[in-house]
């Protein structure tokens, strides 16, 4: 890269442009800030935030968190230290993903937060007022007992959050898995709404979920909670399924990489490296094909593999093609021959999976394998 070219790496108003210039110098980038009116600068919109291009990386890896302009919440964040989010339906996946979540919290020195949800049934049973024959609303005479039913609700989860415990202490008094401190709580709600909230209010390292197996009849996500979560939250996710052989760090070797080639890999990837910074990863670089580019993206595939030699050396990367036509194919044959371990994609708020590929073939690649995937937003 050129030290000396400026490149762009945001566009703010004044005050935003000046907390982030403040932000990057504060970790020992040189900013420079372009289309300040002169006249009266408080007023000027579009500024233009610059650094050389050699320090794109480290600008990369401060700018990527979405809370940069409240520091208060992430300096509370970095106080309490890593936070591993296991959201909990007390079934034996959601076991088996809750003590992957305590291996990796461990090598975070982090804690666990278990969270259950349940839905209000005055929620999914309808609206809690009725139209009387005086075309006034009055209260349905059956909320007294849906509310009963919530108590009862709230006191089940609470009994099984209880047995769930217990069944983790046992098996870390058992050596099974890391003595990793955790917290608990149940909630009301929509479970994909209150994970999404929790992580917003206190910014978890990743959310480590357990999905069913694909031998299992419920298998398609679309629709599902994870899926919602996938396509909503702006935190990382690891979705473990069922039937995985992965059971500790230790087991996790073979990783294939989804690249578009665009700028936001940069992002994805520090994200992995900062998840697994002490395990000697063997990464495939897979170019995700498009209508435009049916082969993908050779050059651009090569240009990235070059970037993460030189700033990821605890990784050993490879590159694969996939084509556009034979996508699945591409990927099954790949799984077979380098036997994969985690799918790592970078997401974006629009649903990528559907932006990528045609939502059937991402559901085939990404839902209907037996391989974790950890999906980063960008």
């Known amino acids: 890269m050129n030290s000396d070219r400026l490149i762009t790496v945001a566009i703010h108003t004044y005050d935003k442009a000046h907390q982030l210039k403040s932000i990057l110098e504060s970790e020992g980038l040189k900013v420079v800030l372009q289309n300040v009116n002169l006249t009266n600068p408080v007023i000027s919109s579009g500024i233009r935030v610059r650094i050389p291009e050699n320090e794109?990386?480290?600008?990369?890896?401060?700018?990527?968190?979405?809370?940069?302009?409240?520091?208060?919440?992430?300096?509370?964040?970095?106080?309490?230290?890593?936070?591993?989010?296991?959201?909990?339906?007390?079934?034996?996946?959601?076991?088996?993903?809750?003590?992957?979540?305590?291996?990796?919290?461990?090598?975070?020195?982090?804690?666990i937060h278990l969270l259950h949800t349940f839905a209000d049934p005055?929620?999914?049973?309808?609206?809690?007022?009725?139209?009387?024959?005086?075309?006034?609303?009055?209260?349905?005479t059956n909320i007294i007992e849906e509310e009963k039913e919530d108590r009862t609700l709230r006191n089940i989860a609470k009994d099984r959050m209880k047995e769930f415990e217990n069944v983790l202490r046992e098996?870390?008094?058992?050596?099974?898995?890391?003595?990793?401190?955790?917290?608990?709580?149940?909630?009301?709600?929509?479970?994909?709404?209150?994970?999404?909230?929790?992580?917003?209010?206190?910014?978890?390292?990743?959310?480590?979920?357990?999905?069913?197996?694909?031998?299992?009849?419920?298998?398609?996500?679309?629709g599902s909670v994870t899926a919602e979560v996938l396509d909503n939250c702006r935190t990382t996710v690891f979705t473990v399924p069922q039937s995985t052989p992965l059971r500790s760090l230790a087991d996790l070797h073979k990783v294939v990489y989804f690249t578009t080639t665009q700028q936001e890999d940069i992002l994805a990837l520090d994200a992995l490296y900062r998840v697994f910074p002490d395990i000697s990863l063997d990464v495939?670089?897979?170019g995700i094909p498009s209508r435009k580019m049916p082969d993908g993206n050779p050059a651009g595939l090569n240009n990235l593999l070059d970037y993460c030699k030189k700033n990821y050396p605890a990784y050993t990367f490879a590159i694969a093609p996939m084509?556009?036509?034979?996508?699945?194919?591409?990927?099954?044959?790949?799984?077979?021959?380098?036997?994969?371990?985690?799918?790592?994609?970078?997401?974006?708020?629009?649903?990528?999976?559907?932006?990528?590929?045609?939502?059937t073939l991402a559901h085939k690649l990404l839902f209907h394998s037996d391989i974790p995937m950890m999906s980063i937003p960008v």
């Open 56 to 111: 794109l990386p480290l600008a990369l890896r401060v700018i990527e968190n979405i809370e940069i302009f409240a520091p208060s919440a992430q300096k509370d964040a970095d106080v309490n230290g890593a936070q591993v989010l296991v959201p909990v339906d007390f079934s034996d996946y959601s076991l088996q993903a809750t003590a992957l979540a305590f291996h990796i919290a461990e090598a975070h020195k982090g804690t």
């Open 171 to 222: 098996k870390i008094k058992d050596g099974v898995i890391p003595p990793v401190k955790f917290t608990s709580e149940i909630s009301e709600g929509l479970p994909e709404e209150v994970i999404d909230d929790y992580a917003t209010t206190h910014h978890p390292l990743l959310i480590v979920m357990g999905t069913r197996g694909t031998n299992k009849e419920n298998r398609n996500l679309v």
């Open 284 to 286: 495939t670089l897979v």
């Open 122 to 140: 005055i929620m999914t049973n309808g609206a809690a007022l009725q139209l009387s024959a005086t075309m006034t609303f009055e209260p349905d």
């Open 323 to 359: 084509t556009m036509k034979n996508a699945v194919e591409d990927f099954s044959l790949l799984q077979k021959e380098r036997h994969i371990d985690l799918i790592v994609l970078p997401t974006r708020r629009k649903n990528i999976f559907a932006r990528i590929f045609n939502p």
